[in-house]
Antibody, heavy 114, light 110 residues
Framework: EVQVVESGGGLVQPGGSLRLSCAAS????????MSWVRQAPGKGLEWVAS????????YYVDSVKGRFTISRDNAKSSLWLQMSSLRAEDTAVYYC???????WGQGTQVTVSS | QAGLTQPPSVSKDLGQTATLTCTGS????????AVWLQQHQGHPPKLLSY???NRPSGVSERFSASRSGNIASLTITGLQPEDEADYYC???????????FGGGTKLTVL
């Protein structure tokens, strides 16, 4: 059974940092691109970042470039999103996903507020 | 970064057929197709269709996807109350090197 479990969300002040984690199991993690997708309250899905199978290439939405870093450890079937210089508009539920395979976690809430 | 275009809302009667559309370009939808996702309020998205329009195991045969050029479509037959949800399409853009999402279509079953 495929499982994707995010953790690390929480309340953080503007300008602060947070590191999201994602633990995957039930599929060959090292064979697939992985992504972070977020959903602000009452809004649609927004792609945030993706990383290739071997971590050699990373892609980001313009609004997070220079502030967020996606990384992975295939030996641990784990994915991370390091977020810094957080803004109010980063407030959202963050999902770890293999978009083209359709594997999604339950999401972790990130709230940026003073 | 622009997204894929979906109608914001569609309303159909119980038992009818709904066809949802997703318009992109030759760089995304027309390149490798689009996935279709269903999301009920308060829940994570659920895959309804792979980029090649195949249905994942466990997804009802009432859901079928297709593509014509740069437009992907999701057809839902025999609408049921539980089909009331938000539906999203998503495709990889080969030029922008980003995953694009549509704004979502809210399906109401009357």
């Amino acid at each position: 059974e495929v499982q994707v479990v995010e953790s690390g969300g929480g309340l953080v002040q503007p300008g602060g940092s947070l590191r999201l984690s994602c633990a995957a199991s039930g599929f060959t993690f090292s064979n697939f691109w992985m992504s972070w997708v977020r959903q602000a309250p009452g809004k649609g899905l927004e792609w945030v970042a993706s990383i290739k199978e071997d971590g050699s290439d990373k892609y980001y939405v313009d609004s997070v470039k220079g502030r967020f870093t996606i990384s992975r450890d295939n030996a641990k079937s784990s994915l991370w999103l390091q977020m810094s210089s957080l803004r109010a508009e980063d407030t959202a539920v963050y999902y770890c996903a293999s978009i083209h395979l359709g594997y999604w976690g339950q999401g972790t809430q990130v709230t940026v507020s003073s | 970064q622009a997204g894929l275009t979906q109608p914001p809302s569609v309303s159909k009667d119980l038992g009818q057929t709904a066809t949802l559309t997703c318009t992109g370009s030759s760089n995304n939808v027309g390149y490798q197709g689009a996935v279709w996702l269903q999301q009920h309020q308060g829940h994570p998205p659920k895959l309804l269709s792979y980029r090649n329009a195949n249905r994942p195991s466990g997804v009802s045969e009432r859901f079928s996807a297709s593509r014509s050029g740069n437009i992907a479509s999701l057809t839902i037959t025999g609408l049921q109350p539980e089909d009331e949800a938000d539906y999203y399409c998503s495709a990889w853009d080969s030029i922008l090197t980003i995953w694009m999402f549509g704004g979502g279509t809210k399906l109401t079953v009357l």
